[in-house]
T-cell receptor, first 115, second 118 residues
Framework: AQTVTQSQPEMSVQEAETVTLSCTYDTSENNYYLFWYKQPPSRQMILVIRQEAYKQQNATENRFSVNFQKAAKSFSLKISDSQLGDTAMYFCAFMKQSTGNQFYFGTGTSLTVIP | GAGVSQSPRYKVAKRGQDVALRCDPISGHVSLFWYQQALGQGPEFLTYFQNEAQLDKSGLPSDRFFAERPEGSVSTLKIQRTQQEDSAVYLC????????????????FGPGTRLTVL
């Protein structure tokens, strides 16, 4: 079974500062994908960033980057230059390569950006 | 709008009532997923369609839950004899391809239907 753990239920950050959201996962799979999704109050989930487990290089998307530590099964999200629009729930998600594209989500971290 | 839409956005049901939740995926998308998101939790997989075929229903919590996608586009999630534990947000997602490399097959989520069972 796959499990995804987000140990920080709530976090806050000052506007323009940097914040890191943590995520760990447990799997016996060797090939898989990891994702961070953002869920603003409107509740529409939006893909933030994704990482293939076979790639050692950490993914980056503008102000968003990840620190992927495969041996430690850790996949943290760093948000640089935080903006008010970053306020949302953030979900870490795991997907096996071997089966259909079904997500396993963590319980989420509620991020508030303070002006 | 070209996104995934769901209706109704909010549904209140009395315990024991049947409900039907609708998902309109992005036009042409092959794959369609249903997720259940309880309060304070992450979404949990319910079922998956590839066109009209329901390929995986392993996440449906009981035989009171039934999903269909008869023409390979719109999908309906039906819950019979609703219980209080069914209260949750039900999310639908669609992706352009069938199963395969997920990096070329991004899932796009709808806004969800919030079901409250009294």
């Amino acid at each position: 079974a796959q499990t995804v753990t987000q140990s920080q239920p709530e976090m806050s950050v000052q506007e323009a500062e940097t914040v890191t959201l943590s995520c760990t996962y447990d799997t016996s799979e060797n090939n898989y994908y990891l994702f961070w999704y953002k869920q603003p109050p409107s509740r529409q989930m939006i893909l933030v960033i994704r990482q293939e487990a076979y790639k050692q290089q950490n993914a980056t998307e503008n102000r968003f980057s990840v620190n992927f530590q495969k041996a430690a099964k850790s996949f943290s999200l760093k948000i640089s230059d935080s903006q008010l629009g970053d306020t949302a729930m953030y979900f870490c998600a795991f997907m096996k390569q071997s089966t259909g594209n079904q997500f396993y989500f963590g319980t989420g971290t509620s991020l508030t950006v303070i002006p | 709008g070209a996104g995934v839409s769901q209706s109704p956005r909010y549904k209140v049901a009395k315990r024991g009532q049947d409900v039907a939740l609708r998902c309109d995926p992005i036009s042409g998308h092959v794959s369609l997923f249903w997720y259940q998101q309880a309060l304070g939790q992450g979404p949990e997989f319910l079922t998956y369609f590839q066109n009209e075929a329901q390929l995986d229903k392993s996440g449906l919590p009981s035989d009171r839950f039934f999903a269909e996608r008869p023409e390979g586009s719109v999908s309906t999630l039906k819950i019979q004899r609703t219980q209080q534990e069914d209260s949750a947000v039900y999310l639908c997602a669609s992706s352009p391809l069938g199963t395969g490399d997920p990096l070329g097959n991004e899932q796009f989520f709808g806004p969800g239907t919030r079901l409250t069972v009294l």
